[in-house]
């Protein structure tokens, strides 16, 4: 597989613009990067990494794509794929940029990608990144696009070049986003509603806290809009055993409790997600 190489993305070291070189990408300054067997990059250095395989397991990136493979987050994916079309039919420019922050194993991008019209996707350069190199693995093999290793903190593109940019049920750091965003640009993101996974949290807890407020946003970055996404689904023993597995900080939880969940043969729960649109302040 190749590498396909943003004219925006710079080495994570000292911003230097890259070449590529045969099996590897090397910045001006000499860094060399190599390209995996699947055409992704890994830039996490040993300063970058808290553990030594950083992010998702293997296992808990195979949960995800088993999950988001059933459909379950498809009306999220779709709602993603309009604001996408939206934003380029107000866009006159010719290339416009979408990044997946945190993209996991690259769901939402490949949605985005197979059900662009034609002209659509020759304007678009998809982008995305993801701290689990497992992730990557999963995501490079899916479809097309710039793939890396990375983490939110330090997004190796050139200020203001990017024109959407996903946060979905991620970590965000307000700073680099706001940094990466383009004046026009808008920052996405998808997170869970109160009622989200109710009904599983309900066998899982005794009892269910309520959510903390939200935090504001910084004076970076202003909401223009905001929706809920509300719709039920009919999960099977599987498809909880994939939910549980693939976001374990959700459900953290005696085993006893999630055994409890597993041992139901169908249980419908609420996806419930707020869905925000965010464009970067004038002053900065
Ligand atoms: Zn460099």
């Known amino acids: ?16 613009p890259f070449k590529l070189d045969g099996p590897s990408l090397i910045c001006s300054h000499g860094h060399r990067f190599d390209i995996a067997r699947q055409g992704y990059v890994n830039f996490l250095g040993p ?3 808290r553990s030594r395989d950083p992010g998702d397991s293997k296992k808990m990136v195979s949960a995800r794509a088993a999950f988001l493979g059933a459909n379950f987050y498809r009306p999220l994916a779709d709602a993603c794929l309009d604001i996408t ?13 979408l ?10 991008i490949h949605h985005v990608q197979e059900n662009l019209s034609n002209d659509l996707r020759k304007r678009m350069s998809l982008v995305g990144f993801d701290i689990s190199k497992w992730a990557m693995q999963k995501s490079a093999r899916r479809c ?17 070049s990017v024109d959407l940019l996903f946060d979905m049920f991620g970590f965000p750091d307000y700073a680099s986003f706001s940094k990466l965003l383009a004046p ?12 989200h996974l109710i009904q599983l949290r309900q066998i899982i807890y005794s009892k269910i806290k309520d959510k903390s407020e939200r935090k504001p946003y910084p004076e970076t970055l202003r909401a223009v809009s905001e929706k809920h ?20 900080h959700m459900f953290r939880s005696t085993s006893e409790h999630r055994q409890r969940a597993l041992n139901q043969d169908q249980l419908t729960v609420t996806i419930d997600v707020m869905l925000e649109e965010l464009i970067p302040t004038a002053a900065r």
């Open 99 to 108: 990044m997946d922050a945190g993209c996991g194993d690259g769901y939402f």
């Open 144 to 160: 097309k696009a710039t793939w890396f290793v990375g983490s939110n903190r330090n997004i190796p593109m050139i200020d203001k």
């Open 1 to 16: 597989m190749t590498f396909l190489l943003h004219p925006a993305l710079r080495c994570p070291i000292e911003a230097a």
């Open 184 to 195: 026009h640009g808008r920052l996405v993101r998808v997170t869970p509603g109160n009622s």
């Open 229 to 248: 996404i509300t719709y039920e689904v009919v999960l099977r023993s599987k498809d909880i055993h994939n939910l549980l597995l693939m976001t374990p």
């Open 47 to 49: 300063n970058d990494k």
């Open 85 to 97: 079309r939206k934003y380029c039919s107000q866009i006159a420019r010719d290339a416009i940029t």
